[in-house]
């Protein structure tokens, strides 16, 4: 049963927004629970295995794209996003072009942003429970079976481009997303109704695996950010060279949108890089015992993938990295590692080292087209 607030609820969402833009907010929207078309799209997805091993995307069924069936009650999704754009951190395109470091997606540059994101959205629920007294809520980041991006497009808070990602026309795509499920009947936002991504095609022609396999359409199986992160075991043989020096995530699709001409910098001091992982050198991050790995990534989702899906990744950059005794030497110190996993992708990697020093290959690298000549928005909002 929906909580009747004490105060007007007109004036409860607009104090939402002031305390949502006080506690580090960039945009909140208010929204209902239907989400009928996405839960087909959700479910003609899973049913042609574009989620790989991700067994946790159909582990809860229907629940993930009806909010009052995953907790019970829901009547209002707040929904929050906040900018993650690292402006001090080295030039993306840089370090993709420098195959001897490691490209880590911008996200992952900072704090890691469940906690950051988690922290503020409980004090917003705070906020609003001094305001209103108990009510009931649940808060998310990335951490359960909600579907984010749909929930705030229709929270008013941008459209779902071809790449999947959510974009909003005056600040990109370089954002975090959060949720407070309640049981408060507040007035909900228009949502964005407009797809603003036109004639354009930037983020499916620069995927580097073809992972965007058509437009609105992601096959995880082959997208960088699943086969660095998400997937446990070996990564496919056949998409290893195409990963190129990307070691955890990627973000060519977004680096590419025109749209992101108008992203802003993160304001959150906690979202800053830290650990001078912004074009660190694969050598050196090869040499990484388990406990180094553990001391540099506290507090970072880069802890997700674990030390050998670490090294895993690592060593692939390193094969396709120039053929360098550097990188042999530092493939061979991991050779008998204990896990197998990571042999056979330090084996991988050492053969097409030592191949392409036989033989070496063109030293030019594909690190995605100049921004100059990126597809420019219109006036009326359409790249073209």
């Known amino acids: 049963m929906a909580c009747a607030p004490r105060i007007e609820p007109e004036r409860l969402v607009r104090d939402i927004r002031d305390w949502a833009d006080e506690l580090g907010f960039d945009g909140v929207g208010i929204t209902g629970c239907e989400l009928a078309d996405d839960e087909r799209r959700l479910l003609a997805w899973l049913a042609a295995d574009h989620h790989g091993e991700m067994d946790y995307m159909a582990r809860h069924g229907v629940r993930r794209s009806r909010p009052a069936e995953l907790v019970p009650g829901t009547v209002s999704v707040i929904s929050v996003r906040v900018q993650y754009w690292p402006e001090s951190a080295a030039a993306p395109w840089s370090v993709l072009g420098d195959p001897e470091r490691g490209y880590i997606a911008r996200y992952a540059l900072g704090r890691d942003y469940h906690k950051v994101l988690r922290g503020r959205l409980q004090r917003l629920a705070d906020r609003i429970e001094a305001a209103v007294g108990p009510f009931g809520y649940r808060a998310f980041t990335d951490s359960a079976p909600v579907l984010e991006k749909p929930l705030a497009r229709n929270a008013g808070l941008g459209w779902v481009g071809k790449h999947t990602n959510l974009i909003d026309a005056r600040s990109g795509s370089w954002f975090f997303l959060g949720e407070l499920y309640t049981d408060l009947a507040l007035?909900?936002?228009?949502?964005?109704?407009?797809?603003?991504?036109?004639?354009?095609?930037?983020?499916?022609?620069?995927?580097?695996?073809?992972?965007?396999?058509?437009?609105?359409?992601?096959?995880?199986?082959?997208?960088?950010?699943y086969l660095t992160i998400e997937l446990r075991g070996a990564i496919p043989v056949e998409l290893r060279a195409s990963i190129g020096n990307r070691i955890f995530g990627c973000d060519d699709c977004q680096l590419v949108c025109p749209w992101n001409r108008f992203a802003r910098s993160a304001r959150l001091p906690d979202l800053a890089p830290r650990g001078g992982l912004d074009a660190p050198a694969l050598t050196d991050l090869m040499a990484w015992d388990e406990a180094e790995f553990d001391a540099r990534t506290r507090g970072s989702a880069l802890r997700r993938v674990g030390h050998t899906g670490w090294l895993r990744n690592?060593?692939?950059?390193?094969?396709?990295?120039?053929?360098?005794?550097?990188?042999?030497?530092?493939?061979?110190?991991?050779?008998?590692?204990?896990?197998?996993?990571?042999?056979?992708?330090?084996?991988?990697?050492?053969?097409?080292?030592?191949?392409?020093?036989?033989?070496?290959?063109?030293?030019?690298?594909?690190?995605?087209?100049?921004?100059?000549?990126?597809?420019?928005?219109?006036?009326?909002?359409?790249?073209?």
Do not use: F
């Not at 964005?192 to 695996?209: E, K, L, N, S, W």
């Not at 005794?325 to 530092?330: I, L, N």
């Not at 590692?337 to 084996?347: D, I, T």
């Open 314 to 384: 690592v060593a692939v950059a390193l094969g396709n990295a120039p053929p360098s005794t550097a990188a042999r030497e530092a493939l061979a110190a991991r050779a008998d590692h204990h896990s197998a996993m990571v042999r056979e992708h330090v084996a991988w990697a050492l053969a097409r080292q030592r191949a392409r020093s036989a033989a070496p290959e063109s030293s030019e690298v594909r690190v995605g087209p100049e921004s100059a000549k990126l597809p420019r928005p219109t006036e009326t909002g359409d790249p073209q």
């Open 187 to 225: 007035p909900a936002d228009p949502p964005h109704a407009q797809d603003h991504c036109g004639r354009c095609r930037a983020c499916i022609d620069a995927c580097p695996t073809g992972a965007i396999v058509a437009p609105y359409q992601l096959d995880a199986r082959r997208c960088i950010s």
